[in-house]
């Protein structure tokens, strides 16, 4: 199984907080990357260590696609980090195996055709790894089809996303992308309409917006929101309506909003 995109990284020294997302030594990342490349989201590595166990790690990582970071050194801190020997390389995992784009449009394309208004949930640069996993929660519970995140600038998919899901992590497909943009050009040839989660005044308001069709679902960061480029491939921008002087909600209240109007598009049309 391919993920998109691939490429390395250079950099200074790195300085990692432990936590259980995290897996460490040569032998051990060998092990995990032959027998589960799937849950691997990133590798980082330092510059100087060499061998022919780090050669066939860095071989693996490029056949699988995943990203492969150089620094020129490596420390791991937080409670526990003295005790560690990660002998120069250090490796971020999903808590779950990851689905690649190509397998989740393949697995989704014939229900699109049957009529199915499918729906995935598209979490754009989202850093906040409790807002990742109650939009996970979210998603499954209102029966979204998946969830897309990006590789780049986003939570790990790890213990602390796993607990805030609930346990959902586990129970829907989960697709980590390099563009966005890219990404979304794809599922729209499959048949999805894009839906951009914005506070912009000109926006359509979500209780006026029909979601019942084939929808990628898009919310932004917790800052700065859906990045411009990816605002631009939406086909509908919306906005959630809301009362008093605060402008907008958080990540997670504003994807569970969306999705659960969505869910009752739904239960409405076949009630009627």
Request: glycine share 8%.
């Amino acid at each position: 199984m391919k993920r998109q995109g691939g490429g390395q990284k250079q950099g200074a020294e790195k300085s990692i907080r432990l936590s259980e997302d995290l897996l460490w030594g040569v032998h051990p990342v060998f092990e995990g990357l032959a027998k589960e490349p799937d849950r691997f989201t990133e590798i980082i590595l330092q510059k100087d260590k060499r061998g022919t166990k780090i050669e066939e790690i860095i071989d693996l990582a490029r056949q699988r696609n995943v990203k492969i970071t150089f620094v020129e050194s490596l420390r791991l801190t937080g409670e526990e980090s003295a005790q560690v020997r990660h002998q120069g390389i250090v490796a971020r995992m999903s808590q779950t195996p990851l689905v690649a784009l190509d397998e989740l449009v393949v697995k989704l394309k014939g229900r699109i055709d049957a009529g199915e208004n499918l729906r995935l949930m598209v979490c754009d640069s989202l850093q906040d790894p409790h807002n990742l996993g109650a939009i996970i929660r979210s998603a499954l519970a209102a029966g979204a089809a998946g969830v897309i995140v990006t590789r780049e600038r986003s939570a790990p998919l790890g213990g602390t996303a796993a607990k805030s899901s609930a346990g959902a992590m586990s129970h829907i497909d989960i697709c980590q992308v390099t563009n966005l943009v890219n990404a979304l050009k794809v599922l729209k040839k499959a048949g999805f309409w894009i839906f951009g989660a914005v506070k912009d005044a000109e926006a359509q308001s979500l209780y006026q917006t029909d979601l019942s069709m084939p929808a990628c679902l898009v919310v932004g960061s917790e800052g700065k929101g859906i990045r411009p480029l990816v605002k631009k491939e939406c086909d509908v921008l919306l906005s959630i309506p809301m009362a008093g002087t605060l402008d907008s909600l958080n990540s997670s209240a504003a994807a569970a909003i969306i999705l659960f109007e969505a869910r009752r598009q739904d239960l409405s049309s076949a009630a009627g």
